[in-house]
């Protein structure tokens, strides 16, 4: 049952995945957790300690779990090298990473740099063995297709980004004299700009067109996107750290075009769907690309209005807009193609002909997604409207975004439990017989 150009025979154990996908939604119930206990406070500016805490829980906590879980999965299949020694390398990267997002939040929280060095320590390690492994892998790869150019992007940008933010860390950690601001802003660019963006690129090539039955993107868009993209923000950094405004606003102004165009690019071929029949997974992407399109709106906004730059809701807007919005919504949408196909592939491996294995529908039922969809919507809605008005929306949005958490934890839970069931089953009649 593969599908053309991919190669499920080299993927690897299914717990080595499933950990991150597993781990990553309790991040999300914990920054709904410290919405509550915070209150309106953290939308009064980004540069509060507890939005800086929220924003870590989603980043670290929820989107790198599951990034960084999906590609272990996606570099054998898709591109066709395998990660060495996999089980190792997924520990060394999930236990590390899931201590750090929990000692980062609570250093910001604090306000004690003591809490800041393990965090520092912890994420060194995660990202150092992620880094290299993935690297590695990615170099091997037999074919270089847009996905391999697009995914060498996303990991250059991820250096990047980790390496500013462990000097982040760092300042706050040991006091370190730097340009705290203006590194924040690169870290930023460089986390969602081009890791996150860059990533969510590579991947769509492959599975908007496989999952959604669309067109394929445009041969010079999967060629082109990701290199100039990448291009754009080292220039961009650049002019930033040289105090060349107007060329850093002009590229700014290209950087926010791009994501206007993939974010287009990608909703024109979702209305193009071959496939009538809606599916349950197709309201995330479209959210998504709907979420990046107005934060690159709104970024574009801010450099014909520069006013609208420091402006603290406008600041809380995009932020919402492209974590929340763009990547939080496309994750979670794909943790529901991704997982249900693992359990389903795994079980057909490991019980053929034993046992009948339930099927993907079966293992998720759609009505579920499509449940815990409307939760997140509303999640997201909320979260927009208390970045206008925090005393009014911020304990709704923060109760939203605990039920559309827990529900996205308890749906993957249950393919996992499904699952072992299934497995203990087959195994266990098969000995039986035997």
Same mark, same amino acid.
């Given at each position: 049952?593969?599908?053309?150009?991919?190669?499920?025979?080299?993927a690897?154990?299914?717990?080595?995945?499933?950990?991150?996908?597993?781990?990553a939604p309790?991040?999300?119930?914990?920054?709904?957790?410290?919405?509550?206990?915070?209150?309106?406070?953290?939308?009064t500016s980004?540069?509060?300690?507890?939005t800086?805490?929220?924003?870590?829980l989603l980043?670290?906590?929820?989107?790198?779990?599951?990034m960084?879980g999906?590609?272990?999965?996606?570099?054998?299949?898709?591109?066709g090298v395998?990660v060495?020694?996999?089980?190792?390398?997924?520990t060394?990267?999930?236990?590390?990473l899931t201590l750090g997002?929990?000692?980062?939040?609570i250093a910001?929280?604090?306000g004690?740099?003591?809490?800041?060095?393990?965090?520092?320590?912890?994420?060194?390690?995660?990202?150092a063995?992620?880094?290299t492994a993935?690297?590695?892998?990615l170099?091997?790869?037999?074919v270089?297709?847009?996905?391999?150019?697009a995914?060498r992007?996303?990991l250059?940008?991820?250096?990047?980004?980790?390496g500013?933010?462990?000097?982040?860390? @760092?300042? !706050?950690?040991? #006091?370190?004299?730097l340009r %705290?601001? &203006?590194? =924040?802003?690169?870290?930023? $660019?460089? *986390? +969602?700009?081009?890791?996150?963006?860059?990533l969510?690129?590579g991947?769509?090539y492959?599975?908007?067109?496989?999952?959604?039955i669309t067109?394929?993107?445009?041969?010079?868009?999967?060629?082109?996107?990701?290199?100039?993209?990448a291009?754009?923000?080292?220039?961009? @950094?650049? !002019?930033?750290? #040289?105090?060349?405004?107007? %060329?850093? &606003?002009? =590229?700014?102004a290209?950087? $926010?075009? *791009? +994501?206007?165009?993939?974010?287009?690019?990608?909703?024109?071929?979702?209305?193009r769907?071959r496939?009538?029949i809606?599916?349950?997974?197709?309201?995330?992407?479209?959210?998504?690309?709907?979420?990046l399109?107005?934060?690159?709106l709104?970024?574009?906004?801010t450099?014909?209005?520069?006013?609208?730059?420091?402006?603290?809701?406008?600041?809380?807007?995009?932020?919402i807009?492209?974590?929340? *919005?763009?990547?939080?919504?496309?994750i979670?949408?794909?943790?529901?193609?991704?997982v249900?196909?693992?359990?389903?592939?795994h079980?057909?491996a490991?019980?053929f002909?034993?046992?009948?294995v339930?099927?993907?529908k079966?293992?998720?039922?759609?009505?579920?997604?499509?449940w815990?969809?409307?939760?997140?919507?509303?999640?997201?809605?909320?979260l927009l409207?208390?970045?206008v008005n925090?005393?009014?929306?911020?304990?709704?949005?923060?109760?939203?975004?605990g039920?559309t958490a827990?529900?996205?934890?308890?749906?993957?839970w249950?393919?996992?439990?499904?699952?072992?069931?299934?497995?203990?089953?087959?195994?266990?009649?098969?000995?039986a017989?035997?």
């Amino acid at each position: 049952m593969n599908s053309p150009g991919l190669s499920f025979e080299q993927a690897p154990p299914f717990d080595v995945p499933l950990r991150f996908f597993l781990t990553a939604p309790w991040f999300l119930l914990l920054a709904a957790v410290l919405l509550l206990w915070q209150g309106p406070e953290t939308f009064t500016s980004r540069w509060q300690p507890a939005t800086l805490a929220l924003t870590h829980l989603l980043t670290l906590g929820f989107m790198a779990q599951i990034m960084l879980g999906a590609l272990l999965q996606i570099l054998p299949v898709v591109v066709g090298v395998v990660v060495p020694r996999p089980r190792l390398t997924a520990t060394l990267m999930h236990v590390p990473l899931t201590l750090g997002a929990l000692a980062l939040p609570i250093a910001f929280l604090s306000g004690r740099p003591l809490w800041f060095h393990p965090a520092l320590g912890l994420f060194g390690l995660s990202f150092a063995v992620a880094l290299t492994a993935i690297h590695l892998a990615l170099w091997r790869a037999p074919v270089v297709s847009g996905t391999v150019i697009a995914l060498r992007c996303a990991l250059g940008a991820l250096l990047v980004t980790v390496g500013l933010g462990l000097s982040l860390g @760092s300042y !706050f950690g040991w #006091g370190l004299n730097l340009r %705290a601001i &203006t590194l =924040t802003h690169l870290h930023t $660019a460089w *986390g +969602l700009v081009g890791w996150t963006v860059l990533l969510v690129a590579g991947v769509a090539y492959q599975v908007v067109p496989m999952f959604q039955i669309t067109p394929p993107y445009p041969a010079w868009f999967v060629r082109g996107f990701a290199p100039l993209m990448a291009a754009l923000l080292g220039a961009w @950094s650049a !002019f930033v750290l #040289g105090g060349w405004t107007m %060329a850093a &606003t002009v =590229t700014s102004a290209a950087l $926010a075009f *791009g +994501l206007a165009v993939l974010a287009g690019t990608t909703l024109y071929l979702l209305n193009r769907r071959r496939r009538k029949i809606g599916d349950a997974t197709l309201g995330y992407w479209r959210i998504s690309m709907t979420s990046l399109l107005a934060g690159a709106l709104l970024w574009l906004t801010t450099l014909v209005i520069p006013a609208l730059a420091s402006a603290p809701q406008v600041e809380l807007l995009l932020g919402i807009l492209l974590i929340f *919005g763009f990547a939080v919504a496309v994750i979670n949408g794909m943790a529901y193609k991704i997982v249900p196909f693992l359990a389903w592939f795994h079980l057909q491996a490991q019980l053929f002909r034993r046992v009948k294995v339930p099927n993907m529908k079966q293992l998720l039922p759609e009505v579920r997604i499509r449940w815990q969809w409307w939760a997140y919507l509303t999640a997201l809605l909320l979260l927009l409207a208390t970045a206008v008005n925090p005393a009014v929306f911020t304990y709704p949005a923060a109760l939203a975004l605990g039920i559309t958490a827990g529900w996205l934890g308890v749906n993957l839970w249950s393919i996992w439990r499904i699952y072992r069931h299934t497995l203990r089953v087959g195994l266990t009649g098969s000995a039986a017989e035997g």
